[in-house]
């Protein structure tokens, strides 16, 4: 379970509190527009479970941690543990998929879209969301890749017949955040001068980073301690996409 305490799962800790609203946001938005049986996959620390369970008739989460939650809490609620692509269900078995800061791990993007658009029944939602790589501080070694607006457009085009573009935007508050993170990374990235965070494996990167973002997050809220935790989830919304939002919000529909 030690992995999944990395700086780069969302966790409750005061420090990710920028991060954890968002997600937040993503949830409460996502719950507004499924129904029926739904599937998540990617749970993660299970932090959204009690936003989406009860706007679904059936709720099934994927992940290859198994989330660190009490099943008691959400009866009804089924848990699977797997690596995906591919998925482990039957074709045209389930209303919507949900999918949050996932889709930028998976290797082969295009196999993971096209077994979401297999297990949805016609008409079924997908709502997924992904870091918009134009707001990206750094390379993050935990990513394959991330999509620019168009980019992931062209890769849920070519699957599904619609798709709606949104990103998740940030008021006054969380850009003040943002822009004091920028330049802290700024701070930490200046020493290399050889560039190796583009030119080494992302493997040998992977601790480093984290070690360095979890440093980095704790220093901001001991400086910043009033912004930091005063950020919420009002503080974040839904808007057409473009290049200044956090993160690409899509809903494709089959």
Known sequence: MKSIRTAERVSGEASDNFVFQRSLLAYHAAAERIKGDVLEIGTGSGYGIEVVAPHAARFITIDK????????????????????????????????????????????????????????????????????????????????????????????????????????????????????????????????????????PRRLLQLPYDILNRMNRRKLLRDNTELTGSIRMDDYRLGPVDAACFDLFYIAQK
């Open 65 to 200: 941690h198994v989330p660190a939650v009490d099943p008691a809490r959400f009866p009804g609620v089924e848990f699977h543990r797997a690596t995906v692509p591919p998925l482990p269900f039957a074709t045209h078995s389930f209303d919507c998929v949900i999918s949050f800061q996932v889709i930028e791990h998976i290797r082969r993007d295009l196999e993971f879209v096209r077994e979401i658009e297999r297990v949805l029944r016609p008409g079924g939602r997908f709502i997924v969301t992904t870091p918009n790589a134009p707001m990206s501080l750094t390379r993050n070694p935990w990513h394959v890749r991330e999509y620019t607006a168009e980019e992931l457009q062209g890769l849920l085009g070519s699957v599904f017949p619609q798709v709606e573009m949104l990103g998740v935007f940030g008021n006054e508050k969380a850009m003040a955040y943002y822009e004091k993170n920028r330049r802290s990374v700024a701070r930490i990235t200046r020493y290399d001068i050889l560039d190796l965070q583009h030119r080494l």
